[in-house]
């Protein structure tokens, strides 16, 4: 079966190419796993088996042993590893998980899966101001659910790209109409990051990094879900 995943028709200039190469992603470049779990774990089964997975990934791509990464979480949560020369960003919704690593010097990345909203007008009113929030109530049902939804994970990246807390930031985050700019202005600092989007037929993806990606190699990755630690 050929892969689901595509860029969003609103940037014509990004290439997806299916498969990672063997080589580090170049500046203009980021490389995308995703795994998805069969059978689907509970949450916290998802998160055991997840980071194993990535921690695996990313010993065997630094040449390291597993054992000499050293994980560590900024005060706001983002996980980082020691002397790894990628900026990278994890994300999680059930049943998936998804690593983005990139030379730029930050990168966010969000997964959101198409699922109903039990309050989408409350969540809409925290991501929209004024006419846009005028503009998102005068779509088609489908079509506010899908925009939110794309809203909600641009947001998610540009504040995981920054080491931002979601909440405390999200007055602070202007996106344009089409989501391919995020401006920030935080701490005094005004920051300005490129977004991407990618789309399936079950989810959302966004990466939000400071300068434009030119290309995404994406890997998608079939994994079992059954907990090995369970008897």
């Known amino acids: 079966m050929a892969p689901e995943w595509r860029i969003a028709a609103s940037h014509p200039r990004a290439r997806l190419c299916h498969g990672l190469p063997e080589i580090a992603p ?7 796993l995703v795994w998805r779990f069969t059978p689907m774990p509970d949450a916290a089964t998802q998160s055991r088996l997840g980071w194993s997975l990535i921690l695996d990934w990313l010993a065997a791509r630094l040449a390291q042993p597993r054992q000499a990464l050293q994980l560590v979480r900024t005060a706001n949560g983002k996980p980082q590893l020691a002397a790894c020369p990628w900026a ?24 959101v899966a198409r699922r109903p909203l039990q309050s989408g007008m409350r969540l809409a009113r925290r991501l929209l101001r004024g006419p846009a929030l005028l503009g998102w109530r ?94």
Do not use: M, Y
């Open 88 to 111: 990278f960003s994890i994300a999680h919704v059930p049943g998936c998980t998804v690593l983005g690593i990139s030379q730029q010097r930050c990168l966010g990345i969000d997964l």
């Open 26 to 32: 170049l500046a203009h470049e980021a490389q995308i």
């Open 138 to 231: 005068k779509l088609p049902a489908e079509a506010r659910h899908d925009a939110l939804l794309s809203r909600f994970a641009a947001i998610e990246a540009t504040v995981k790209a920054l080491d931002l807390r979601l909440w405390q930031a999200l007055a602070d985050v202007h996106l344009d109409t089409r989501l391919q700019r995020a401006q920030v202005r935080a701490l005094g600092v005004q920051r300005h990051l490129h977004l991407l989007p990618l789309q399936s037929s079950g989810h959302q993806l966004l990466l939000a990094t400071p300068r434009p990606l030119r290309r995404v190699h994406l890997l998608e990755i079939q994994a079992n879900g059954g907990d090995p630690q369970s008897p």
